[in-house]
């Protein structure tokens, strides 16, 4: 039992002793007045217990004072004095799950005391005399109250030296833990060099066109970034250090990153991907939209990992709450599911796949602690839905801040017509996949108030067309190639007619067949909408510009000869001026001599680490009335760093390896009038 349990325990057996001393006292005919005392006190220690705002130690002392008071009451009666000691036993024994020694003393002493008492009362009632026998008696007494006197302490201290083992136990254990997130953390941080050389070398050989193996190169050092990052996010999430860096983004940009991130993860078994965005999302929120980035790509790594067959479907939605909205996202699939027990360590957080699950399907096994540990730190849960051989279904729900209320997606107001949604019944072995379909068309259809029908068959088409202005067909490309000539033709009239095809697929030539490229979700097939046949060959993320820094002249400032190298080719293409410092002290002394517009700093150097030299650049700057824009390039990428560097004066924050897009957000914040820009 805790000791909580003991304590109430004791209190049980305090309240049951004294009701029998009242009971006795009354039949005895002892002073009338100490029961309604006994039972006020019994009552007294209830009280004290279940209002829980007494301290432990007054309350220990209490029960102590209380139950001396009543074995004295006991004790110094005539007729109790062959009972002493057997009331004495029962009250250490009971009082020694307190573990306190000293308690034990006082009532060895109290027993000494009223067992002096008695024979005082022995000696002057000339009724009562001590024989051999009663001697031999109140010897075996005392000889008994010695012995529980002494297993109590040995008892006492036993479970003393127990709890200390546990304790020390405990500490090495979480020492071990310590020690070995220590080690992932540092290994992950080490890493992050080799990785930002291997992605970017790849990049250089990919420009070359030197072949489809630096394509490989760089995807599999894409995965290994993933990975390290996935250790240094798994040790901030044990230790409960995970910082949140929130800004504010565009609630689309999370769906583009699932397309994006399902079309970088090697799915060979043909799975559907069905993406449901309520239009009704506001357009712009405030969070870190990292971490949810993340949550996305665990969610739908695990989902594709563990499917071999059917889809998945993902949706996100918003619910409105005073302080802004809680972001829901959930993912669902049709793969093998998780038993009750599996369920049970999901729900705190601590699942793992099991070895050989583990082996035959990749990854190291960290994707759902980390989606907890973000989830829980941003105030947010997770619920976890699963049923063995029958898929699983994890919804995670974030609050957000609202930026901008405005719907994410919607119709103009001047929108007539109505829509079909053409998909044959029988077109998936998984009856799900197909609920997916449907369940994504009918919330599209409800967000953005516009009239939507299913159609199985081109009998069931032409019976619409018979009934409703029908203005839109979406499709799938094997409805499409099955009737091509029929939706050729109807998409030369005022039908416009939209297909979601693989790549590699084109519309019949002369067609004015709208091409959609998988996977089908609410962002394409709302540009057709609005946009009608105007909207062309949809490709999978709207088409950028991407900025260009000419004559922008920069410093890049690292120990690691491959480092520059990378650094020197990533930037290049983007026409600035670079020139490369391999020390902090180098680095100095370049910017007194030259004149940078901006200084990539490495924050791990021998001698002077970047901090410092950035700290010595800075002075210079004012000495020498120069800007001196200072940004950390570093492998240090733990929560929480972005701030850490911007609070000791770096003007930006890119971490290794190096994200072009984190790198063209930066440049565009420090630079805003300086760029131009091209289609890629």
């Not at 075996?140 to 709890?163: D, K, P, Q, W």
Request: aromatic share 10%; charged share 25%; glycine share 6%.
């Amino acid at each position: 039992m805790d000791r909580t349990k003991n304590e109430k325990f004791i209190i049980l057996l305090a309240t049951l002793a004294c009701i029998g001393l009242s009971v006795e006292s009354i039949v005895m005919g002892w002073e009338f007045w100490v029961p309604p005392l006994i039972l006020a006190g019994a009552v007294s220690l209830w009280v004290m217990d279940l209002s829980g705002h007494v301290p432990a130690g007054i309350r220990k002392a209490y029960y102590l004072v209380y139950a001396m008071l009543a074995l004295f009451y006991h004790g110094v009666h005539e007729t109790s004095f062959f009972d002493v000691a057997l009331v004495f036993m029962l009250v250490m024994a009971s009082y020694s799950l307190l573990d306190h020694i000293y308690m034990m003393n006082l009532f060895l002493l109290e027993y000494v005391v009223v067992m002096v008492i008695q024979f005082i009362l022995a000696y002057r009632n000339d009724t009562f005399t001590l024989g051999t026998l009663e001697i031999s008696r109140v010897i075996l007494h005392v000889m008994a109250v010695v012995l529980v006197y002494f297993t109590c302490i040995r008892s006492i201290n036993g479970r003393a030296e127990a709890e200390n083992i546990d304790k020390e136990k405990e500490e090495r254990i979480k020492a071990y833990e310590a020690d070995m997130e220590d080690f992932l953390s540092n290994i992950s941080h080490e890493l992050r060099t080799p990785v930002n050389v291997v992605n970017g070398m790849s990049d250089l050989l990919i420009k070359r066109d030197v072949g489809y193996e630096a394509n490989a190169i760089k995807d599999a050092g894409i995965r290994l970034a993933y990975q390290i990052e996935d250790i240094q996010d798994y040790t901030e999430c044990k230790r409960h250090k995970v910082r949140l860096e929130e800004e504010e983004y565009m609630s689309t940009s999370l769906i583009n990153d699932v397309v994006a991130s399902y079309k970088l993860i090697d799915n060979n078994r043909d799975l559907v991907l069905i993406v449901d965005i309520d239009p009704k999302v506001p357009t712009m929120m405030k969070g870190d939209i990292t971490k949810l980035h993340k949550i996305f790509r665990h969610l739908l790594e695990n989902a594709v990992k563990f499917t071999k067959h059917g889809g998945i479907y993902v949706r996100l939605s918003a619910e409105k709450k005073e302080y802004g909205v809680n972001l829901c996202i959930e993912m669902t699939d049709t793969g093998i599911g998780m038993d009750r027990k599996a369920l049970e360590a999901v729900s705190v957080g601590m699942y793992q796949v099991n070895k050989k699950r583990n082996r035959s399907s990749g990854g190291i096994g960290l994707g759902l602690f980390i989606v907890y540990g973000f989830a829980h730190r941003m105030g947010g849960f997770v619920k976890i839905e699963s049923e063995k051989k029958n898929g699983t279904t994890v919804r995670v729900t974030i609050p957000q801040t609202v930026v901008d209320p405005s719907p994410c997606l919607a119709l103009p107001r001047h929108f007539t017509g109505n829509i079909l949604f053409h998909v044959r019944s029988d077109k998936y072995k998984i009856p799900k996949v197909r609920d997916f379909y449907r369940t994504m068309a009918a919330n599209l259809a409800q967000g953005i108030h516009a009239p939507l029908f299913a159609a199985g068959t081109v009998k069931e088409i032409e019976r619409y067309r018979e009934k409703l202005d029908v203005s839109f067909i979406f499709m799938g490309q094997e409805e499409y190639e099955e009737n091509s000539a029929y939706f050729d033709e109807m998409s030369k009239g005022d039908i416009v007619v939209a297909v979601s095809a693989g790549e590699g697929f084109r519309a019949t030539l002369g067609s004015n067949v709208v091409v959609m490229p998988k996977p089908l979700y609410a962002y394409p097939v709302i540009r057709v909408l609005n946009e009608g046949k105007n909207a062309g060959n949809i490709e999978f993320t709207e088409t950028t510009e991407k900025p260009m820094f000419t004559g922008i002249k920069a410093l890049v400032v690292d120990d690691e000869p491959m480092n520059l190298v990378v650094a020197q080719s990533l930037f290049k293409d983007y026409e600035m001026i670079i020139d490369t410092a391999s020390s902090g002290k180098e680095a100095i002394n370049k910017f007194r001599a030259g004149d940078y517009d901006i200084i990539f700093m490495d924050h791990m150097m021998p001698e002077m680490d970047g901090v410092e030299a950035m700290k010595r650049i800075k002075s210079a700057g004012f000495e020498l009335r120069k800007d001196a824009i200072v940004v950390a390039l570093t492998a240090n990428a733990v929560s929480g760093a972005r701030e850490m560097f911007v609070n000791e004066g770096f003007d930006g924050f890119i971490a290794k390896p190096i994200n072009m897009v984190e790198f063209e957000r930066v440049m565009l914040k420090l630079f805003p009038g300086r760029t131009s820009g091209r289609e890629v």
